[in-house]
């Protein structure tokens, strides 16, 4: 029967790469003191199922696609705040970043030559430490050989744990302290006083910064705001903020908080919730967002997916957001038209984009870049898909080319993407990895546990004491330059902002990019002195 099983599992390899993913999430979802590995456990999985057949090969571009498809889906999400994080405390943070990973590279060399391990080996466990399976593949294409799979194997569960364990005792040493989590969408009725009568709203608006109005209650009717809308006394303004200190100051100045009169009365304005699903109001600023003509409409919510958005000029609606209208009780279906309205829209986004933008990237890891006394290195198939989709995240639309996708398919998207990539490190580097781990993986595991801390440290010590980064934003940038998202969700809990997710974005690519180039840097030079 074991023989029977063997021989299937090594000649079907799509068969193995997806018994690798199915059981891999099956044992990721495993759950130790809190700690799980999730999509990691592919990985090992993968490389248990590569011992048990030896002849099972996951041959053609099934992994690489997989990795694209990763790579792919971070850069347009997190594209805004990584070219934002180029500027301003972000350079820092990546300064900081980009220390701390080339320290924990050397490390990995130094350690490497003393006990002897191979150049491969040690680039992979450099790449395991990091979690960083775009330098894996271009550890793979320099050295070409699975010695950098064996390496990432091995020094990868620490590489998710490490940092974990690291930014907990950090946390228990600095003890935070954080404001309670703000609800971001605050409304309030104000009713007008006697000394603002007779103003238009622009001029009453305009000293209140972060405070929007909404609906404006005028001679007993509800209507939509316009800038020149004049106020008389005991009329009333529907506003919204973030904070709701800015709707108590907001009331101050204009008169007094008065609620129930704007949301009791329906007759001439009715609210109503719609799903976003057409292409033509997505990645549109709501300044320039078109709206139906010919009677009374204004935008006043918008939920996305678990937050609610305070509705600025230069918010973009994405697919899958779900937006409150207001407009006259008889125009609510062709509101519903006009928005799409469907739940699908959540998982819908463009192939033709995906399709370009993935060729675009892939064209741009092609293109050679020669360094004096090195050689030529690329961004390979691990830097210029990131690098590209950055960008197209940051662009979000170009005329009717809309770049973005929903979160759930970009979840979908990357996940699976990084599942495919795993199953086929692991089953390839299956038999070599059991042979190495017996010669030499416990020296393996200690360099990896060095690397990993040196790096960690680094960014955390110097940046708590030395450059003082407030706690949230420093635990994101440890999760950045270590790499693994089950890291970043750690930090979340550690620091309950929004902070560690902007920090990881603003680090995260531009440590990926810098890995990638390091290593293949190093093998190039490995290599060639090897070879002379």
Known sequence: MLDLAREIIGSQPI???FLAIGLGYLVGQISIGGFS???????FVGLAIGAFAPKAQIIGPIGLTGLIMFLYGIGILYGRQFFEGMVGAGQKYNLLALVGCLAGLIVALGLGHIFGIKIGHTLGIYAGSMTSTATLQAALDVMKNKDPSIGYSIAYPFGVIGPILCI???????????????????????SIGERHAGKRLDELTTALGGVRVTMVRKGGHNVVPAADTVLSAGDAILVVAEENEAIARAAATLGKLEPGR???????????????GKANVVGVPLASLP??????????????????????????????????ILTPPDRKEEIRRHFGDTVKAAAEFSYVSLGLGMVMGVLLGLIPIPIPGVGVVTLGIGGGP????????????????????????????????????????????????????AESGFTMLFIGVAVLLTTVFIVLLVGHYVLKIPYDDLVGVASGAT?????????????PTERPDIGYAMIFPSMTIVKVIATQIVGLLMVGSSAG
């Open 15 to 17: 068969l193995t790469a």
């Open 37 to 43: 590995l999730g999509v990691g456990a592919v990985l």
């Open 483 to 495: 790499g693994n998202p089950a890291i970043l969700v750690y930090s979340t809990k550690m620091a």
């Open 386 to 437: 990131l690098i590209v989709a950055l960008i197209l995240g940051k662009l979000r639309r170009t005329g009717p080319m809309l770049w973005t996708m929903p979160l759930p398919a970009n979840i979908v998207l990357r996940n699976f993407g990084l599942a495919m990539f795993l199953a086929t490190v692991g089953v390839n580097a299956g038999q070599p990895f059991v042979r190495t781990v």
């Open 168 to 190: 907990y005792f950090m946390t228990q040493i600095v003890k935070p302290k954080f404001p309670a989590k703000a609800q971001r969408f605050h409304m309030g009725e104000i």
């Open 291 to 324: 709206m139906p003509t010919g009677y009374p409409t204004h935008l006043l919510h918008v939920r996305r997916y678990d937050a609610d958005l305070v509705p600025a000029p230069d918010l973009m609606l994405e697919f899958g957001d779900r937006v409150g």
């Open 262 to 276: 704007l949301a009791s009365d329906r007759a001439d304005l009715d609210y109503i919730r719609v799903f976003v």
